[in-house]
């Protein structure tokens, strides 16, 4: 490509047409007088366009020729070099395939400015591997024999931006070429860490594996509580909106986990489902700990405050559980897009906008924390053998179980500023540690709050009893199972 540039290297070298991007395709240094003949950009016709350089060393103004031998109008053109002029503004955001033709303006611009080395200017070598762009990194002047080495890009996704890619010059001081393609080839496979390629794998595994436990959980307990209608409580009616959103969260974190963590294509692209995607996984985040908030409430007004009216609770509780973790989301949303730069990859990478959401959990996992504590005084009260008025047994279990999910629900977060740096000592532990924990959240809900319910086994002991009833007189009156001790329980907390 730029072997006339070669050819010029002397005293006179700078008075050729400089290397040019013109939003289009990528023009040699040129002699003056002379024109530089370039083949159409891939996907439209394959025919040789020209550009002529002036006597003066200047390249012909874009009005006096055309690309439209390619196809490409005039206007396409003008509109493609205002597209490329703002994406090389200062601060200017773009996709990845944008930035890269950027990333080819620079090297263009080295070519340009940079001073050949001392080894060129002085012919010491007959022939020396050009400075060239491949595609993905601007390469340096290279002797004959010798392996050119650059930082592999860190915008690529799996690419570890601490490595090196490699590109060899060969003896006859031309790039190496790969011997399928014939084309010069730069080596990226060392970009890649394949060891912690695989942990990462393993590591998704592990999430898609443990989300599918908690998801088949959650479903099966939402049976249950729908089925009996002996359990029909605010309490139960809790449980209920609290493992909807686990479900919704889980199925979505697996789709998540499968289609757009498994895929580095969809990563690449940005497509706006998986920006959707993103924002409704934190809307049901939160949503996850708001419900949390009103299982904790719920217990504080059952024990403490006492006399308050259900249907009013629970019209709170709606809108503490879903409608607030909306806005919260749509708040962290606008302010996370307006940030260009936080928009890439599907918003897989951190931002400081995390904190709109992160906080007000915080904020709900302390206020429950604050209910527990006097619940639990209240209950130690009414534990008392003199007490005139003991707690129930479903509201004991209840916050013994609520007391389990607390840390459980909090580590997590707790930990998030102590989380070990990619590859660091540690971070294998951690990560392991993390998918175990919040991948089975929605399984221990379901186990405390479910399967491990005094009133859930109520309900499953006369459903059965009633099928034995049944059996051994299939003749007599079909009646539904009655369990007046389980609803009293159920309504009476």
């Known amino acids: 490509m730029y072997n006339t540039w070669f050819a010029a290297l002397g005293e006179n070298y700078q008075t050729l047409c400089p290397a040019d991007f013109d939003g289009v395709s990528c023009w040699p240094p040129t002699w003056p007088g002379n024109e530089s003949t370039h083949l159409c950009p891939q996907y439209f016709k394959q025919v040789n ?72 200017r002085q012919g010491e070598f007959s022939s020396v591997c050009p400075m060239t762009f491949d595609g993905w990194s601007c390469w340096d002047y290279t002797l004959p024999g010798i392996t050119a080495v650059s930082t592999c890009p860190k915008y690529i996704t799996g690419f570890d931006s601490t490595r090196f890619a490699l590109r060899k010059c060969t003896e006859n001081g031309t790039w190496f070429r790969h011997p399928d393609t014939g084309k010069p080839w730069s080596n990226y496979t060392t970009c890649v860490d394949v060891e912690d390629l695989q942990f990462r794998q393993i590591v998704n595994t592990l999430y898609i594996s443990g989300y ?37 969260n889980n199925l979505m974190w697996i789709i998540w986990y499968y289609f757009v963590v498994g895929d580095l294509g969809t990563v690449e692209k940005n497509s706006l489902w998986c920006q959707g995607l993103h924002i409704l996984l934190q809307y049901l ?40 973790p909306a806005l919260l989301a749509t708040v962290y949303a606008l302010v996370r897009a307006y940030g260009v730069e936080e928009t890439e990859r599907c918003w897989m990478e951190d931002s400081h906008s995390t ?139």
């Open 49 to 120: 366009v020209s550009r002529k350089c002036t006597a003066a060393g200047v390249w012909e103004p874009l009005q006096n020729w055309t690309y439209s031998a390619c196809g490409l109008l005039q206007n396409h053109v003008e509109g493609l070099q205002r597209l490329y002029a703002m994406l090389r503004a200062p601060g200017a955001g773009a996709p990845v395939k944008w930035y890269l033709h950027q990333r080819h303006a620079e090297c263009l611009d080295r070519i340009n400015k940079a001073q050949p080395p001392a080894f060129v």
């Open 355 to 493: 904190w709109l959401l992160t906080a007000p959990v915080l904020l709900s996992m302390l206020a429950n924390l604050f209910f527990l504590i006097n619940v639990v005084r209240v209950l130690l009260t009414k534990l008392h053998p003199r007490s005139s008025n003991p707690a129930p047994r479903g509201m004991r279990k209840a916050v013994r179980a609520t007391l389990i999910l607390m840390p459980l629900f909090g580590i997590h977060h707790i930990l998030i500023p102590f989380r070990p740096e990619p590859r660091a000592a540690g971070e294998t532990l951690y990560q392991i540690f993390s998918a175990f924990v919040v991948s089975l959240q929605g399984f221990c809900v379901a186990c405390l709050f479910c399967f491990a319910n005094v009133d859930v086994h109520s309900a499953i002991r006369a459903y059965i009893r009633h099928l034995r009833r049944l059996r051994a007189n299939p003749y007599a009156p079909s009646t539904a199972p009655s369990n007046t001790n389980t609803r009293e329980a159920c309504v009476g907390i």
């Open 212 to 248: 599918s436990i908690s998801f088949v959980a959650l479903i099966l307990s939402l049976l249950l509580f729908t089925c009996f209608k002996t359990l029909k409580c605010t309490r139960i009616a809790i449980h209920v909106q609290l493992f909807t959103s686990f479900a919704l």
């Open 285 to 324: 985040m939160v949503s996850n700990y708001a419900w949390m908030f009103c299982e904790g409430m719920h217990l504080h007004l059952a024990l403490v405050v006492v006399f308050v009216k259900d249907d009013v609770v629970m019209r709170w509780f709606y809108a503490v559980g879903w409608v607030l």
